[in-house]
């Protein structure tokens, strides 16, 4: 069984940045690709970032492009999203996720494990 744990958010203002962390269990974390995303009541979960199990290709949603930074440890187990210049429309609930292969698509289907979310807010 595989478990990621989720780590980091929290409340900042307009401009700043944080950084989420994703433990996951296991030995295989470097086989699989990994990817973030948000949620908001209502609204379908957005795909943010996604990275390959090597880290060697990464990409982004346009509307985070340029702000935030995907990345992994596999020597850790651990995914990163960086996350700078935070807008109010950033406020979301995160989500890591674990895809089926070495690479993944966009689509939150494709992925078969995911951390227990968390709370991220921006302030104007």
């Known amino acids: 069984q595989v478990e990621l744990v989720q780590s980091g958010?929290?409340?900042?203002?307009?401009?700043?940045?944080?950084m989420l962390s994703c433990a996951a269990?296991?030995?295989?974390?470097?086989?699989?690709?990994?990817a973030w995303f948000?949620?908001?009541?209502g609204k379908a979960r957005e795909f943010l970032a996604r990275i390959t199990s090597s880290g060697g290709s990464t990409d982004y949603a346009d509307s985070v492009k340029g702000r935030f930074t995907i990345s992994r440890d596999n020597a850790k187990n651990t995914l990163y999203l960086h996350m700078n210049s935070l807008k109010p429309e950033d406020t979301a609930v995160y989500y890591c996720a674990r895809g089926g292969g070495s690479g993944s698509a966009r689509g939150s289907g494709g992925y078969t494990y995911w951390g227990q979310g968390t709370q991220v807010t921006v302030s104007s």
């Not at 958010?9 to 944080?18: E, I, K, R």
């Not at 269990?25 to 990994?34: I, K, L, P, Q, V």
């Open 9 to 18: 958010g929290g409340l900042v203002q307009a401009g700043g940045s944080l």
């Open 25 to 34: 269990s296991g030995r295989t974390f470097s086989n699989y690709a990994m």
């Open 38 to 41: 948000r949620q908001t009541p």
